[in-house]
């Protein structure tokens, strides 16, 4: 627990401007500790304040070399399966998109972000499971050209993060910074950090 | 060794005809095996054939689990040092750009994309040597709004060859794809694979 400066003062608040609930991700799951961490990083980094996680063979214990402390930033829910995350995230109001690799999949620049989104990612063997497909409001792709079949899990988040983030700030407008009510409540949170 | 079927010669030609050369990567002391593989996995999922390769501490050992195959389709150029590499590209007529953690760094939606292209991603730990940032023609980075620092470098090198590659065959039109004794060059290579 740090001492609040006022330049630590002004670099939550600098973040917490730039943080959103509008993008969310989910997680079912991905096993692998590496993965969960750096999927959180690139969470962090885009400003994607909430993560979903529904786990799978192994339990969630995202590497923290490789997370770079981003846990402790974020807003982190287990959900026992998969029907109970999704049952939440509609309760919120976010559509929901799960990545599919094949022609069903709308590519990624043209997915609809006129309301809140969530974006599931699955299994590095799997990939989503057939119950998480048939849940989804839609699939989405990130369009590939050579011989490799997907690509890294976190690497496949990334890229969404980083694009839906940039595309919903337009399309979202004033829709897409958390509320003061909820900066207040992340806020609380970061100062017990 | 596989038998050349119609079919798996027109999924080569479909492949061939989605590769380009205007994009370009450079990897100088990219160490761990995994980022390794990971950047060559993305590399032939967005279509850019080929990647330059500056070692470090360690020997460039691409993990195969990680890879997917994918270096099997890439051509992979080792260099020994930066200016070596720099001045190779250089000659082809790559205009070069440097990952850079700072406001110096052209955001990657801003990359002027009018002439072919070389991205350098730089070590785990140190970021790109002061030669690597002198030598570069410009510097860049993919935005960040969170607390950690930078990203994992395979997931910087994902998000930029996917941006690039899309923003690249507008600019570019008809410079974009691979010549025809670019592509002929290519399979070549493929087909003794
Ligand atoms: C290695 S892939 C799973 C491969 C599995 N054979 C399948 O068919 O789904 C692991 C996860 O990464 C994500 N992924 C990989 N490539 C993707 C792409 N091009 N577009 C969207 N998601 C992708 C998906 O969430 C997928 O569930
Ligand atoms: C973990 S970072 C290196 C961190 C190091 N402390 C530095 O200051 O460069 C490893 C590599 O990932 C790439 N990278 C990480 N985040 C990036 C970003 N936001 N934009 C562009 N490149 C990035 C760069 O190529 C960098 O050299």
């Known amino acids: ?35 969960q961490a750096a999927v959180l990083r690139s969470a962090d980094a885009f400003g994607v304040q909430e993560v979903s996680i529904v ?3 192994a339990s969630f214990s995202p590497s923290e070399g490789v997370s770079k402390g981003a846990h402790k930033w974020l807003t982190i829910r287990k959900h026992p399966d998969i029907h109970a995350a999704v049952r939440f995230l509609r309760e919120q109001g976010y559509r929901i998109w799960a990545s599919r690799l094949d022609d069903n999949a709308v590519p990624l620049e043209a ?17 989503l499971s057939e119950e998480a497909l048939a849940l989804a409001d839609g699939s989405f792709i990130v369009p590939m050209v050579g011989f490799v079949q997907s690509l890294n899990i976190s690497v496949a988040a990334a890229i969404t993060l980083y694009t839906v983030t ?28």
């Open 111 to 127: 997915v609809d972000l006129s309301q809140p989104a969530a974006f599931l990612f699955g299994n590095e063997h799997a990939g």
């Open 55 to 57: 786990e799978g063979r």
């Open 1 to 35: 627990w740090e001492l609040l400066t006022p330049q630590r003062a002004r670099r939550l608040v600098e973040v917490l401007k730039r943080r959103t609930r509008y993008i969310t991700v989910v997680l079912e799951a991905v096993d692998d500790g590496h993965n």
């Open 166 to 193: 940039r595309r919903a700030r337009e399309v979202a407008g004033d829709r897409y910074p958390l509320t003061t009510e909820e900066q207040r409540a992340v806020l609380q949170t970061w100062l017990r950090t």
